[in-house]
């Protein structure tokens, strides 16, 4: 009966704390959210990272592909404000985009501060000095990892369509989000949809060995270079 009471308390916070956030604090979470699983470690496909940002806060370089998260557009295509960033933009192959038709940007703010909500309770029990072993702060742990669960289901619901760039201009390609015990690793997923359409080209262990090889090439012509200038100063 007391943990029932206490589930019930608890749900109870967290429904104030959600309805207390606004949605540009849901944004700001859902940003920090995404930065973490999409950000580009490997850098073999993008090597910048723009998420939920306006659209004069994109630079996209020369020298760097840049992936940018965008909200979802219920209409045709690609959202207006993005193809016409596109459609001006210097470096039209340096920049891909991630982004939705579904009219879903409410469903994932709320899917935010539901996160928010329960990371912040379980902030305030570490301050309380309630045991993890607790009965309640167990319950609360199980709260926040079906929150994070609501949140990765809506990210992959609204986020399903990358816009890459084509001899025709952007072309979009479906993607379908994967996750496992909660995680999930968002560049290696845009590297693998893309290798699966045939629009991207891992550098793989033979590529490598070519690699190796025409360095080894160069070293022994420069070397016979040398070899041949030394001689000439001899005679």
């Not at 607790?134 to 399903?160: G, H």
């Not at 025709?168 to 909660?182: I, Q, R, T, V, Y």
């Amino acid at each position: 009966m007391q943990t029932i009471k206490a589930l019930c308390k608890m749900i109870a916070e967290m429904n104030t704390l959600v309805d207390s956030y606004s949605n540009e604090s849901a944004k700001k979470e859902l940003r920090e959210f995404l930065e973490g699983n999409f950000y580009p470690k490997l850098k073999k496909c993008y090597e910048s990272l723009y998420v939920l940002p306006a659209i004069d806060e994109i630079h996209v370089e020369q020298n760097k592909v840049s992936l940018v998260i965008f909200e979802p557009y219920t209409g045709v295509g690609l959202h207006p404000d993005l193809q016409q960033f596109y459609d001006n933009c210097a470096y039209k192959n340096r920049v891909l985009f991630l982004s939705g038709q579904r009219n879903v940007i409410e469903k994932l703010y709320h899917s935010a501060k539901r996160l928010a909500a329960i990371r912040q309770i379980l902030s305030n029990m570490k301050t309380e000095h309630v045991p993890e072993t607790d009965q309640q702060y167990k319950e609360a742990e199980s709260q926040r990892d079906k929150a994070t669960l609501t949140l990765l289901q809506t990210i992959r619901e609204t986020f399903s369509t990358i816009y890459y760039p084509s001899k025709s201009g952007l072309s979009p390609e479906d993607f379908k989000l994967e996750f496992a015990a909660n995680k999930f690793n968002g560049e290696e997923q845009i590297i693998k949809t893309l290798i699966d359409a045939m629009k991207f080209e891992d550098f793989k262990a033979e590529d490598a060995f070519i690699e190796s090889l025409r360095k080894k090439a160069e070293a022994r012509i420069f070397t016979q270079k040398e070899m041949l200038r030394y001689a000439r100063t001899l005679l």
